[in-house]
């Protein structure tokens, strides 16, 4: 029979709505089940936990049944945008470095029990940096889509602009729903709470959110994933970059990390001649992945609207040079 310490780590975690860990422990009660000798009783366990896991994995996000605010925290809606992700990390391309180190945080998150059991905690403080389009926002989707957790972005301007007075409250707010909701947490646009404590018009304002930040994710031990993502590194308060358990620099992409880009995006759809995707990747260097989508988007509407049977090469490569002008 399973540990006694299992079973109680088993009831706690669906107790307190922490699906990964339940699914963690439930795989180590079947371990333990194998380990002695009940191989019919393990192999049962382990396909009960997969058929478990892609049926939450599939089912429709419903935002009523899955976020649960108390009354005096209504306002918390107004504060946060809630999505149901709809990739995971093999949907994006990314550097090797970036994919790895990402791979680790998922992985520690989902062996999250067997690190507590040895009293350390796994990675879910992540700071993103670098330009626009190369993959922050949806890096926060693809962790929410390996977990099959939702993604909740926090909504910044609403924060230091609609709520002047009460940001520190509101902040508050968002912080304690972490452990009651599991999600991954996105603060997107982070400099505009995170910037040097000498910036913005009103310092004595932007101390006090700053400060409020610093303490509560000092202070946070729930199960969620907090992200923040920005363009501007460089602007932000150097006490934040301690707080996290990861920093990662996303860089614009290489020609061959366009031409993966090019290819996944056009996959679907013939050519009129076979393009040579390295020399098309080689003259949209510079671009990033956003740019590169939205060109390619634009080649396959032209291809839809003007009731053509295969895509323009020459066209997809105009298409990316005028992103870059």
Excluded: W
């Excluded at 088993?10 to 079947?30: H, M, N, T």
């Excluded at 009960?48 to 896991?53: F, G, P, T, V, W």
């Excluded at 602007?235 to 993966?260: G, H, M, Q, W």
């Excluded at 013939?270 to 260097?285: M, R, S």
């Amino acid at each position: 029979m399973a540990a006694a310490d299992q079973i109680k780590s088993l009831i706690k975690s669906f107790g307190e709505d922490d699906e990964e860990r339940f699914f963690s422990s439930a795989i180590q009660i079947a371990a333990s089940e194998a380990r002695q000798g009940h191989v019919n009783i393990a192999q049962e366990l382990k396909s009960l936990i997969e058929q478990a896991r892609k049926t939450r994995s599939n089912q429709i996000f419903d935002r009523n049944k899955t976020v649960h605010f108390s009354p005096q925290k209504r306002e918390l809606s107004e504060l946060i945008d809630i999505y149901q992700p709809q990739i995971t990390l093999k949907d994006m391309v990314l550097n090797e470095h970036v994919y790895s180190v990402l791979n680790r945080v998922i992985d520690e998150q989902r062996k999250s029990e067997i690190l507590r059991q040895h009293n350390l905690s796994p990675q879910r403080k992540l700071l993103l940096m670098g330009p626009p389009g190369c993959g922050k926002t949806m890096t926060a989707e693809a962790i929410a889509g390996e977990l099959g957790i939702p993604v909740f972005i926090v909504r910044l301007d609403g924060i230091m602009s609609k709520f002047m007075g009460e940001s520190i409250v509101k902040l508050r707010l968002i912080f304690d729903a972490m452990p009651n909701q599991r999600a991954v947490y996105l603060f997107d646009e982070f400099d505009s709470i995170g910037s040097h404590r000498n910036m913005g018009q009103d310092v004595g304002e932007v101390k006090r959110v700053l400060n409020s930040f610093l303490i509560n994710i000092e202070k946070d031990q729930s199960n969620s994933i907090i992200i923040a993502a920005t363009n501007l590194p460089e602007s932000l308060d150097k006490a934040l970059f301690r707080r996290f358990d990861e920093i990662i620099n996303y860089p614009v992409p290489t020609v061959i990390e366009i031409e993966e880009t090019l290819a996944r995006q056009t996959r679907n759809f013939k050519f009129d001649k076979k393009p040579n995707l390295k020399e098309i990747a080689k003259n949209a260097l510079g671009l990033n992945y956003s740019e590169i989508i939205k060109a390619c988007e634009e080649t396959v509407k032209y291809m839809i609207l003007s009731d053509k049977k295969s895509l323009s090469s020459s066209l997809l490569n105009q298409n990316l040079q005028k992103k870059k002008m």
